[in-house]
């Protein structure tokens, strides 16, 4: 009887214990534009927004940062900064960091990104408990000069 019993409570205790992992930051890209530019160095430079930029630009991605606790927001910048180099995005815009219990969607960015694009998704990933989402731009004055088309 004590080996059913000693059974239960480590069935019930993997069972139980797997509901409340917290999962390491994952990001995701979103590609909302026909514009393919080449990748920037792995540390590059990606200027982060908070006014709509006094040159010209186009807005070609979103990314989607994803984590399993608040803690992990340094984690989640550097995450999103790092896919923005490797699509080659010259800035970025920050949305705030999102709790999952309390996902606010309306005016979630700025009026000058909204004007630029209309497929910007709010989808969220249920497994993680906070959320972060940027969208991408490269200046005009660097399209003519970088790859508009996919790699074949």
Not at 33 to 38: A, K, L, T, V, W
Not at 51 to 63: G, N, R
């Amino acid at each position: 009887m004590t080996c059913m019993r000693t059974w239960l409570v480590l069935i019930s205790w993997v069972f139980c214990g797997g509901c409340s992992r917290i999962y390491p930051p994952a990001a995701f890209v979103d590609r909302v534009s026909p514009i393919y530019p080449d990748a920037r160095p792995q540390n590059c430079n990606v200027a982060l927004l908070t006014d709509a930029p006094t040159e010209p630009y186009e807005i070609f991605a979103q990314i989607a940062c994803y984590a399993g606790s608040a803690n992990m927001s340094e984690r989640m910048l550097s995450l999103i900064k790092a896919n923005a180099c490797e699509i080659g995005a010259d800035a970025i815009v920050l949305t705030p960091l999102q709790d999952k219990a309390h996902v606010n969607s309306d005016n979630i960015y700025p009026d000058w990104v909204v004007e630029k694009t209309e497929r910007v998704q709010h989808w969220d990933d249920k497994r993680y408990n906070v959320s972060q989402k940027a969208i991408a731009l490269i200046y005009k004055k660097n399209i003519s000069s970088r790859r508009t088309q996919p790699e074949s």
